[in-house]
């Protein structure tokens, strides 16, 4: 059975792929490419961000949210944890970062609130 690969529908989805491309490009658009932590961190994060959104377009749904909040968190954080010396890198990965957890809370509750609208009563 072939897999279904539908287009993004919500607003969220694209505001996540513009994210991903965002911080795929930003060590050449705000000169830090030469930070090599931070080059490595953006280009990592961003190519599994863009696995992550792909695997949505076929098949998970809420297992892709959790996994966005985990990878913007670590966007958030990474700045202290690998030393990243660029302020620049520093400030957009901790505005990525939390973009991103911000929009995979916001569908993990639409999510939930289409289940539940789905679910039928208990006679």
Same mark, same amino acid.
Do not use: H
């Given at each position: 059975? #072939?897999?279904?690969?539908?287009? #993004?529908?919500?607003?969220?989805?694209?505001?996540? $792929? =513009?994210?991903?491309?965002?911080?795929?490009?930003?060590? $050449?658009? &705000?000169?830090? $490419?030469?930070?090599?932590?931070?080059?490595? !961190?953006?280009?990592?994060? =961003? &190519?599994?961000?863009?696995?992550?959104?792909?695997?949505?377009?076929?098949?998970?749904?809420?297992?892709?949210?959790?996994l966005n909040?985990?990878? =913007?968190?670590?966007?958030?954080?990474?700045?202290?944890?690998?030393?990243?010396? !660029?302020?620049?890198?520093?400030?957009? &990965?901790?505005?990525? =970062?939390?973009?991103?957890?911000?929009?995979? &809370?916001?569908?993990?509750?639409?999510?939930r609130n289409?289940?539940?609208?789905?679910?039928?009563?208990?006679?």
């Open positions: 059975m #072939p897999t279904r690969v539908t287009m #993004p529908s919500q607003w969220q989805d694209w505001v996540s $792929w =513009g994210l991903v491309l965002a911080l795929l490009l930003s060590p $050449w658009i &705000f000169l830090y $490419w030469t930070e090599s932590k931070a080059l490595t !961190n953006a280009v990592i994060c =961003g &190519f599994l961000l863009i696995a992550i959104e792909v695997l949505t377009l076929t098949v998970l749904r809420l297992w892709e949210e959790v909040v985990v990878l =913007g968190t670590w966007l958030i954080v990474s700045p202290l944890v690998l030393q990243i010396a !660029n302020v620049t890198a520093a400030i957009l &990965f901790l505005l990525i =970062g939390a973009a991103v957890v911000a929009l995979a &809370f916001l569908e993990i509750r639409d999510i289409r289940d539940q609208m789905t679910k039928k009563p208990a006679r």
